[in-house]
Structures are given as structure tokens and as C-alpha cells.
């Protein structure tokens, strides 16, 4: 037999040595939750090992992550409901939660990177992630909205703003705000292509953000389109995007391959909390086994993710999996 693959396969150090892909600390994006208060700590129960932290904490957390070498971080708020109205103002006052967050962890730590959610869904009384006209989700009207959060957030210390709504024409609305304030260097994380997916579950139970009324569908992608994130990748190439993302990761590998294919900017995935809570549970559970971590990880990044926000990512390097 001339051909034997097997050779390749015989040891260890063979393995690794024609191994085509890694996982790496600077692959990876952490997402942190954050509540008000002070010395809190509450876990998100449809997320084993996942927490909202009170500031406090989380500029603990991400100490902890730093010495692992961990240094991306996306932040989400989770407001009382009294803090939320229609046009989410909560979303640009500097004393609340979310921006006070950012300037917390960027004076503590100026080396991390920040990534900041752009969306009105935990700020709103109707837990849309657009403004609510008669039962409908506007576009038009909602991108100020995101513009002026956006800058917030870039005010705040923010690294890379994603927006995360699907409205569109919201990147060149963005990048144009941001221009405009002088925050030319700030980057611009799209999420491109963000399907109505039923895998957002256990985040919406932590932000406690879930829609009031309705679904997201008019918005969030159809999961049954290919050729569609083809055009929004297009679109937000066009607006000025500086990172295209897919979300979410496991069940729409095929998406980030084709945008990996087809577009020259970086490409993120984002493996949701969803896709988290099923591992985990089997892993809790004894059904699977903890590699099915690494493993899924690793999916995403043969498909073509070049950077992978997931909640796995503290878990992964303090086990040394990778
Ligand atoms: C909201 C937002 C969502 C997620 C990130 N930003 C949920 C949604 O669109 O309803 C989901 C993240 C996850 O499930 O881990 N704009």
C-alpha cells in the first residue's frame, strides 16, 4: 500500500506536528454579564459556570482572566426593569450600569480590549432590540438611537462597538457618528449575520431581555438563508465594518465558511449562549464528555471564524484544553 494516512496519525508528537488548525487565548472574545450593586454574584441558571457580575466582581473576573491570558471582553447589562422605557435612555447615561462598567474595567486594566453591545433590547420596555412604533420594530428612527449609544460607549472606553440589532444601514449611521465625535480608531464588530435563532434562550433569562410582545423575526435573519448573509456582508463591507460576524455558530458553520470565502475582513462567530447550555448540560449530565468543548471550538474555527466570542473561553484555559 503506498498510501497509509495512518503514518501521519502514530504519534503524539507526529499528530501535532502536521495539525492544520489551533485555538489560541487571542482566538477568543469572553462575554461577561454585569448587574448593579456591589458583592454580587448570581449565576445564570440555563448557563453552569456563567455569572452577573456587580462591578466589583467583574473587574475580579477580568483579572483573573488577564492572568490567563484572556483579553477580550464583550459586555452586557442586565437592568431592573424600572430602568427601562421605550427609547432606551438608560443606554447613554454615564452614571449607569453598562458605561460605568467600561470605565471601571478600561481605568483598572487599559490593556484589555472592550467590546460594547449596541442594541436598545436590555434597555427596553418592549425587550425589542429597535424602537417600538404600533406593535412594529422602526428602522429609520432607531439608528440615532444606536449612534448615540454607540458614542457613549466609545466615550466610555470602548475598543470595538457591535451592534447587534440587525437594523439597516445601522454601520455607516454608526461609523459616521463616531467619525464625527473624533472616534475615528474605534472599530466596528458587525453583527452580519444574525438569525432569529431559538439558541439566544439562556442569555435573554440572564439579561432578562426577553421581547415583550412578538418575535425578532422582521429583523434576525431567517435560519433557512445562505445568500442573504451574502448581501448583508456585502452592505456592511460597504458601510465601513471592521469585522463581519455570524451568530449563531454551531448550526450555521456552512454561513461562516461562505463569508470567510467571500469577504477580506476578519470573521467572528459567535457561539451563543444556547449552544453553551446544551454542552454544558450533557457534560453535567454525564452524556458527554468535557472534549466535546475543545472539539466544538474547533469547529468554528476550521469553518473560518477567525475570532470566537464564547463562554467557554475562561473554562478552556484555566483547564489548559488548549
Ligand atoms: C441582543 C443580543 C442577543 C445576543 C447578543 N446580543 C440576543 C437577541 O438577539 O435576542 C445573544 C447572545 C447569546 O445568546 O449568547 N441584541
Known amino acids: 500500500m503506498l498510501n497509509r494516512?495512518?503514518?501521519?496519525?502514530?504519534?503524539?508528537?507526529?499528530?501535532?506536528m502536521v495539525q492544520e488548525h489551533h485555538l489560541h487565548a487571542s482566538d477568543f472574545i469572553f462575554p461577561l454579564f454585569i448587574i448593579d450593586g456591589e458583592?454580587?454574584?448570581?449565576?445564570v441558571k440555563s448557563m453552569p459556570g456563567i455569572y452577573r457580575y456587580s462591578i466589583d466582581h467583574l473587574l475580579k473576573e477580568v483579572e483573573s482572566c488577564l492572568?490567563?491570558?484572556?483579553?477580550?471582553?464583550?459586555?452586557f447589562p442586565n437592568l431592573e426593569e424600572s430602568f427601562k422605557d421605550q427609547i432606551a435612555s438608560e443606554s447613554v447615561n454615564e452614571n449607569g450600569l453598562y458605561l460605568r462598567a467600561i470605565k471601571e474595567v478600561k481605568n483598572h486594566f487599559p490593556e484589555v480590549c472592550i467590546v460594547t453591545d449596541v442594541a436598545m433590547d436590555p434597555?427596553?420596555?418592549?425587550?425589542?432590540d429597535g424602537l417600538v412604533e404600533n406593535g412594529e420594530v422602526v428602522n429609520d428612527k432607531t439608528l440615532q438611537i444606536l449612534a448615540d449609544m454607540a458614542v457613549a460607549q466609545a466615550r466610555a472606553g470602548a475598543d470595538i462597538i457591535a451592534p447587534s440589532d440587525?437594523?439597516?444601514?445601522?454601520?455607516?449611521?454608526?461609523?459616521?457618528?463616531l467619525d464625527n465625535e473624533g472616534f475615528t480608531n474605534i472599530s466596528i464588530m458587525s453583527?452580519?449575520?444574525?438569525?432569529?435563532?431559538?439558541?439566544?434562550?439562556?442569555?435573554?433569562?440572564?439579561?432578562?431581555?426577553?421581547?415583550?410582545?412578538?418575535?425578532?423575526?422582521?429583523?434576525?435573519?431567517?435560519?433557512?438563508?445562505q445568500k442573504e448573509a451574502l448581501l448583508e456582508g456585502t452592505l456592511d463591507t460597504q458601510e465601513g465594518a471592521d469585522f463581519l460576524m455570524v451568530k449563531p455558530a454551531l448550526a450555521y458553520l456552512d454561513i461562516i465558511k461562505l463569508m470567510k470565502d467571500n469577504f477580506d475582513?476578519?470573521?467572528a462567530a459567535y457561539n451563543v449562549s444556547g449552544e453553551y447550555a446544551m454542552v454544558?448540560?450533557?457534560?453535567?449530565?454525564?452524556?458527554l464528555d468535557e472534549r466535546a468543548i475543545t472539539e466544538t471550538l474547533m469547529g468554528i474555527k476550521r469553518a473560518g471564524a477567525d475570532v470566537i466570542l464564547t463562554y467557554h473561553a475562561k473554562e478552556v484555559l484555566e483547564n489548559k484544553w488548549i
Open 265 to 267: 475582513l476578519p470573521i
Open 166 to 177: 440587525m437594523m439597516d444601514g445601522r454601520v455607516q449611521y454608526i461609523r459616521e457618528a
Open 5 to 16: 494516512p495512518r503514518r501521519n496519525r502514530k504519534s503524539q508528537v507526529i499528530r501535532e
Open 191 to 225: 453583527y452580519t449575520a444574525k438569525y432569529a435563532s431559538a439558541f439566544y434562550g439562556p442569555f435573554r433569562d440572564a439579561l432578562n431581555s426577553a421581547p415583550k410582545f412578538g418575535d425578532k423575526k422582521t429583523y434576525q435573519m431567517n435560519p433557512a438563508n
Open 39 to 43: 458583592n454580587k454574584k448570581t449565576d
Open 280 to 287: 454544558k448540560a450533557a457534560i453535567q449530565n454525564g452524556w
Open 123 to 128: 434597555y427596553s420596555s418592549d425587550g425589542h
Open 67 to 75: 492572568k490567563l491570558g484572556l483579553k477580550s471582553f464583550d459586555l
